[in-house]
């Protein structure tokens, strides 16, 4: 079974400039969540979706990020402008849709350094 | 709110046993996550405790006390490749996990 994949691997841009990161999650997992995690730190929820529906976007600074998945399936996550806090790895994780289904399953994650 | 705290890094020889301690301040819960990261890697899940006590998987083992806000890693027989942060995290009304700090564990011969 394919694990997560997301892409690109690594990133590197200045500040003001946009970028985006895509994830693809196991197949047949309903729900999908982007994270980001400061060297350090631990994995902090940006967003979360059930199919194409946002469940929880709480903690998404949405002046600058936005994040969607239109079909259901893949997934992308923009930030624009970048500042250099924005420095960090971001990790997209995908579970099963169904009760009692609570281990998610993470990619290799995006290392994003802004300059 | 949650605060969440571990140590921030363990050191351990091989073939010894370590436990890694965290413990919570939270108004309620559903379940304990431990999840295991390699340097450079994504986060591997290793346990969810619902209910009070120790559960056991080969060589890791979980425990958990909601009463005292407290819970545990057990890591036996320990491998160098067991070298890792160990990351704690409680999953507030939903299966979500929201994670501490993580606790840097370094293994040596």
């Known amino acids: 079974e394919a694990g997560v994949a997301q892409s690109p691997r690594y990133k590197i841009i200045e500040k003001r400039q946009s970028v985006a990161f895509w994830c693809n999650p196991i197949?047949?997992?309903?729900?999908l969540y982007w994270y980001q995690q400061i060297l350090g730190q631990g994995p902090k929820l940006l967003i979360q979706f059930q199919n194409n529906g946002v469940v929880d976007d709480s903690q998404l600074p949405k002046d600058r990020f936005s994040a969607e998945r239109l079909k259901g399936v893949d997934s992308t996550l923009k930030i624009q402008p970048a500042k250099l806090e924005d420095s960090a790895v971001y990790l997209c994780?995908?579970?099963?849709?169904?009760?009692?289904?609570?281990?998610?399953?993470f990619g290799p994650g995006t290392r994003l350094l802004v300059l | 709110g949650q605060n969440i705290d571990q140590p921030t890094e363990m050191t351990a020889t091989e073939g010894a046993i370590v436990q890694i301690n965290c413990t919570y301040q939270t108004s309620g819960f559903n379940g304990l996550f431990w999840y295991q990261q390699h340097a450079g890697e994504a986060p591997t899940f290793l346990s969810y405790?619902?209910?009070?006590g120790l559960e056991e998987k080969g060589r890791f083992s979980s425990f958990l006390s909601r009463s005292k806000g407290y819970s545990y890693l057990l890591l036996k027989e320990l491998q160098m490749k067991d070298s890792a942060s160990y990351l704690c995290a409680l999953a507030p009304g939903s299966y979500i996990p929201t994670f501490g700090r993580g606790t840097s564990l370094i293994v040596h011969p």
């Open positions: 197949s047949g997992h309903a729900t």
């Open positions: 405790n619902v209910l009070d």
């Open positions: 994780a995908s579970s099963l849709d169904s009760p009692g289904a609570y281990e998610q399953y």
